[in-house]
């Protein structure tokens, strides 16, 4: 009871409650960590769908933007195990940054260059490694 009123004053769910037993301390660490991944799939997802709307939201959006968006989508679809999501949108980015390398701007100047080549080199490697894990 004590911990129910503990818990409406800290304005904490009861599922994010854990009591701690020194006897069965391994049951209690295995909740935690259950716990623990229940909300940071939860967090990440609506992060993500964030993001995914204002992609979705912005039709004139830089081409930086897209690249950027999409890779962080991704990212947060690799945080919840998502393989498909993020496989999906390391290819819209790694797709944006060949539309960007080819437009006049995308190509000014080598450190603009070599900017580009540097995400682009990190967008392939995602690729690759989840392609290969997938496989």
């Keep these: 009871e004590r911990a129910s009123v503990l818990r409406r004053r800290a304005d904490v769910e009861a599922r994010c409650l854990i009591t701690y037993s ?3 301390s391994l049951m209690s660490i295995r909740r935690l ?3 623990l991944h229940e909300l940071a799939v939860t967090f ?3 992060e993500g769908r964030r993001i995914k709307a204002r992609l979705h939201q912005r039709s004139g959006l830089s081409q930086e933007l897209s690249v950027r968006y999409c890779f962080k989508i991704a990212v947060y679809a ?3 195990q998502d393989w498909a ?3 999906k949108y390391y290819h819209a980015a790694y797709a944006h940054l060949q539309e960007l390398m080819a437009s ?3 190509t000014s100047t080598a450190q603009r260059i070599a900017e580009l080549l540097a ?3 990190q967008v392939h490697l995602k690729l ?3 392609m290969l894990h997938s496989s």
Excluded: I, N
Aim: hydrophobic fraction near 35%; charge should be negative.
């Design 128 to 130: 690759c490694t989840l």
């Design 22 to 24: 020194s006897a069965d």
């Design 119 to 121: 995400v682009s080199e």
């Design 33 to 35: 960590g259950k716990l």
């Design 104 to 106: 006049p701007e995308g």
């Design 78 to 80: 690799e945080f919840r």
């Design 85 to 87: 999501a993020a496989l």
């Design 44 to 46: 990440y997802r609506e």
